[in-house]
């Protein structure tokens, strides 16, 4: 028989957390919910929906028959997300805040939260698993994995690469190893109020509110040309912290069309982001989506953070990585490999790495970790 433990659970309002709060109930845990308050800057806005999902937590746990407690954490989140993201964007750089969140507030803060609830484990609707695997190098004889949510379409391990040993050692993820269609079925079928929601989308603070209309009210846009690889003025841009490489909408140069267009694309072909210098507050963009200044086969990467704390070796056999999230992984070699940065070579290049995103490698379905993407290598 399995051990039974104390056990919180992050509600969300969400359906996935809330399955697994009624999964843990029902395997004999003693289950509490906590509802995360992370941002309160605008809780009147139409796009803030903490009010709602607090609402749709309570009336989770009153179904499954949880306590729910409602803590801030908006003041640490503040400090330890949302200024980091303001700064990486201000430098020209597209953060990823859930990664920053899920290693410094929900593995963090809301982790030390439990701890002095008298938990012994947490749990959160994550899509990944966490895998104990003998190991006598370690602390307890036991190394911890990180590993692929078993829904390809749901894994969500990207996001949890920065959690450590001891943090994966006191963390369950029990809709890892279910496909969502199972996970609303469930919903459903025990009359969770929530079984319908819609997944949230986009930053956990930005909510569905339009991203530029949110940053301008937090960044000052210093506007500059907008050149092409030619070095051709096409336009303005409103500021170089508005726009990620690879970007193709909300540029502003819909209606031109340059005879002779650059290489890689056609005259009518669609523009995209593909440089930001910062020196020269200049905004380059290409035609064409395979033009060669969207594609490298290198990068290197630093702020690195390894589940193992080891990482991988260079010349590591059977290693892959993702430079955003909605991707396959792609077979890569470590070239070189530091404490403080590695650098990766792809065989197939990659299309718009940016600075400020997750470089996250894999080994098969074990999520090795990974580091923020500084540039080619």
């Not at 003998?134 to 036991?142: C, I, L, M």
């Not at 949110?214 to 726009?243: C, T």
Request: aromatic letters at 8%.
């Amino acid at each position: 028989m399995s051990l039974k433990h104390r056990v919180v659970v992050g509600l969300s309002g969400g359906v996935d957390s809330a399955v697994t709060a009624w999964l843990l109930k029902q395997q004999g845990h003693e289950v509490i919910g906590i509802f995360m308050k992370n941002w309160e800057d605008d809780d009147d806005s139409e796009y803030c929906s903490s009010r709602q999902d607090f609402l749709d937590a309570a009336s989770v746990a009153d179904v499954i028959g949880i306590e729910i407690e409602h803590v801030n954490f908006a003041a640490d989140y503040k400090d330890r997300v949302f200024a980091e993201f303001l700064r990486e964007y201000q430098a020209g750089r597209t953060p990823n805040p859930d990664v920053l969140c899920n290693a410094e507030i929900k593995f963090k803060a809301f982790l030390d939260h439990a701890m002095r609830l008298g938990a012994e484990k947490i749990a959160t609707g994550h899509y990944a698993r966490v895998r104990g695997v003998a190991d006598a190098s370690f602390e307890g004889g036991q190394r911890f994995e990180l590993l692929k949510g078993l829904d390809p379409l749901k894994d969500q391990s990207y996001f949890l690469h920065r959690l450590n040993q001891a943090q994966l050692s006191k963390t369950m993820f029990p809709v890892g190893e279910l496909p969502k269609t199972e996970v609303r079925r469930i919903a459903a079928e025990i009359g969770l109020p929530n079984a319908k929601k819609k997944d949230s989308t986009g930053i956990c603070f930005i909510g569905e509110r339009p991203f530029r209309e949110f940053l301008n009210r937090y960044l000052a846009n210093q506007p500059g040309p907008i050149k092409d690889d030619r070095g051709r003025k096409l336009g303005e841009h409103v500021g170089l912290s508005f726009y990620t490489l690879g970007q193709r909408k909300g540029i502003g140069l819909g209606g031109v069309k340059e005879k002779g267009a650059p290489r890689g694309g056609g005259e009518h072909d669609p523009w995209f982001v593909a440089r930001k210098d910062m020196a020269t507050n200049t905004l380059y963009v290409v035609q064409g989506h395979d033009h060669p200044w969207l594609l490298q086969h290198t990068l290197a990467a630093d702020d690195l953070s390894w589940v193992d704390g080891r990482g991988p070796q260079v010349g590591q056999a059977g290693v892959g990585a993702k430079t955003r999230y909605r991707q396959a992984d792609a077979p890569c070699a470590v070239t070189a490999a530091s404490a403080s940065q590695i650098s990766l070579h792809f065989p197939e290049a990659q299309w718009a790495v940016t600075p400020g995103q997750s470089a996250v490698l894999y080994a098969g379905e074990v999520c090795l970790g990974g580091g923020v993407i500084t540039g080619a290598a």
